[in-house]
């Protein structure tokens, strides 16, 4: 009997624990249900616009279009594209800031959207054609694409900012004082002939140079053959001296001058009338009238014959 006694309260003990643990499992088992549901019924991502462009920031040439590529995705969070979740397209108006003296809209393929439908989860390939309507300074300017969802009440946009870049430009331009092609020389003696180098770049142009093609024999030089410098818009008269040899044949002859920089170019030709100078004029006038006067009196004596 003691022997029993003792088991007793072992015996309790047990199964007391055994009824616990029983009694433990359905809280356990609801609890991850709990868990299960509570993850089930998380908050949702938020919708966004997401915008992606490889060049940002473009250059091109004067009087040319700038051309940017991009695209635009309407999703929630980090989910694969072509994943849907209940949700269809969405229509969203576009708006485009651009500086002054340019002109800029955003195209779909080849035609201008001023809206656009989304497909919920999926991206769209878009592109902003940016036109300057004048020539520009040099430097960079800036353009935002907004893209704003139409539907009433409903907040969703997104917006990307891209630049284009104006580099200098370089011209410069020679031409003649008197806009004239084509002048008078007299030869065995030095001519002067005024040319007019014009800078029309955006900026300043370094170390141009003045150089001439003429017939074989003649002398041509510059006041100045090299200009350091010359400032945007400035103007720089060149006197030109050309002296044909003296025995040179009355005539039209051509010649060729030429302002060059690393940048930039212009060549003008010039057809020059060679005249014969006046001492020999006055020479050639009194052989001819030598000669008559010759032939003259041979008449006379012949005649008394």
Known sequence: ??????????????????????????????????????EEIA?????????????????????????FNFDVAYKA?????????????????????????????????????QAINLKFNSEESLKLIAIPLVQQEPGEYDFKVTIKSAVEGDTLEGSIELTAVAPPTYEINLTTKT???????????????????????????????????????WQVSFDKDKIESMEAGEKIEIDVTINPPEKTIAGDYMLTFKASSENSNSSIDLRATVETPTIWGIVGIGI???????????????GRR
């Open 179 to 217: 806009g004239r092609l084509s002048t008078e020389l007299t030869s065995g003696k030095d001519n002067h002939y005024k040319l007019i180098v014009t800078n029309n770049s955006s900026t300043s142009v370094e170390n141009i140079s003045l150089s001439s093609t003429e017939p074989e024999g």
């Open 77 to 113: 969070g980090d989910e694969p594209f072509g994943i849907e979740e209940g949700k269809s397209e969405k229509t969203f108006n576009i708006t485009v800031d651009y500086p002054t003296g340019w002109i800029a809209a955003v195209a779909s393929g080849s035609t201008e959207a």
């Open 43 to 67: 908050e949702p991502e938020p919708e966004e616009l997401i915008f992606e462009t490889k060049l940002p920031k473009i250059q091109a040439k004067e009087g040319e279009t700038f051309t």
């Open 1 to 38: 009997m003691e022997t029993i006694k003792r088991k007793l309260p072992v015996f309790f003990i047990i199964l007391t624990l055994t009824l616990s643990i029983i009694l433990m499992i359905p809280g356990m088992l609801f609890a991850q249900e709990d868990e299960e549901a509570v």
């Open 288 to 302: 001819i009238v030598v000669v008559i006067i010759g032939v003259a009196v041979i008449f006379a004596r012949l």
